[in-house]
DNA sequence: GTATACATGTAAACGGTTACATGATTCT
DNA sequence: AGAATCATGTAACCGTTTACATGTATAC
C-alpha cells in the first residue's frame, strides 16, 4: 500500500487539508496514484490516529473551516522504513489490451473510434506534461533536489505518453490494415 | 471490471480449465491483465451461472479430473456489447515514482539499489518478449487477424519495457548527480 | 437561478489479496 | 523422501469504487 506514503510525500512537500489533497490527486500526484476524497479523509484519519500527521483546525470565513494537516516525525519515519522496503512489482490492467485482443473475435474496426478517443486523450495530457514542464523547471540546470527528482518522474510521464502514442499509431495502423484485407 | 472480459478472450483463443487459465496469467496474459486462481475458479463460477462459459468435465487418468471451459454464445454477445463501451482511463498506481518524490525528504541514493533492481526486472522481461516474438511471431507478413492482433499487443509490452529501461537510467543518473552534490 | 468551488463525511458493494486446505502424481 | 506439477476450492481481510448526504459561498 502506497497511499499513505504518497500522502505524506505530498504533505511534506507541502502541508494541507483532505479537499486540498483531493485536489492534488487529480492533478500533480495523480499522474503516479489516484484517488478519492473518500479515500483520502478515510486514509487521514487513520494517519492521525497512528501519530504519522498532526491536524491545525483554520477557521476561514466566506469558506468553511478546515483541517490543515502536516507530516509528523512518526510519518517521516514511517515513509524512510517504506523507502527502503523492496517495491514488489507492480500489478498490470491494462483494459485496452484486453479489447484489443477480443477484437479478433468482432469486427476490428469498430475499435477504432475507441483507440482515436485514447488517443486524443494522450496527446493532450502530452501537452499538459510539457506546458508543465516548461513551467516549473525552465531552467534545468538550477533545480534543488526535490525538484530534480519531481522533474525526472515528469520526464517518466512525458515518455510514457510518447510511447503511448506511437503504439497507438501502431494499433490503428493495425486495425486500419485488418479492415482494408476485409473488404 | 474487465477480468471476465480477458477470460472469455482467452477461452475463444483455446478453452480452457481453471488451472489453465491460471497458467496463463502468469504468462502470456499476464502481460496486460493479472489474476490469481482465487479469482479465477470464483469469476468462473460466476460466469457459468450467468450462461457466459459452458463447462465439459474431463476425466483424466493419472491426473486429477478437470472441467474445460469454452466460450458460449451469450459470452460472446457480452463481450461484443463490452467492446462497443467506450473505456475509462486507467488509474495509474507507480508505487516507484511516489518512492521517487519520497527519496527528496531522505537520502536519494539510499534509492539506487531499489532502482537498479527495477531495472533488472524490467530487462529480463523485455528479453523475453523479444524471445518470445521471434518464436511466436517469426514471419510478420503471414498472420492471420488474431494473430497480428496478439503481435501488437506485444509490441506494445517491448515498447513500454524499453522505455521504462530508458527512463530507469535516467533516473540512476538523477540519483548518481544528488549523491555527487551532497558530498 | 443555476452551476461550480469549497469542505467533510457515511454506507454499501465490489474486487483483489493472502492464508489455509486437500489430494494425486511425477520427477529428482 | 521431498519437491514440483496438476487441480480445485473456502474464508477472512483489505482496499477501492460508487452512491448518498450536507451545507456555504461565489461566479455567471
Redesign the pocket.
Known sequence: ?A?EHAILVSLLEQPG????L??RFDRSIGRFW??????I??V??RMETDGWIAAQAVT?D??????VYSAAEAGRSALGAWLREPVEPE?V?HELAVKIRAAAFEDPSALIPEVERHREGHAALLARYLTGEQRDFPDPSALDAQQQLQHVVLRGGIEYERMTLAWLDDVLATLHRLHRHAD
Chains 1, 2 share one sequence.
Do not use: F, I
Open positions: 500500500m497511499l487539508s483532505g479537499y486540498e483531493a485536489r489516484t484517488a478519492t476524497h473518500q479515500q479523509y478515510r487521514l484519519r476561514q466566506g469558506r468553511p473551516d478546515k483541517k500489478t490492467r
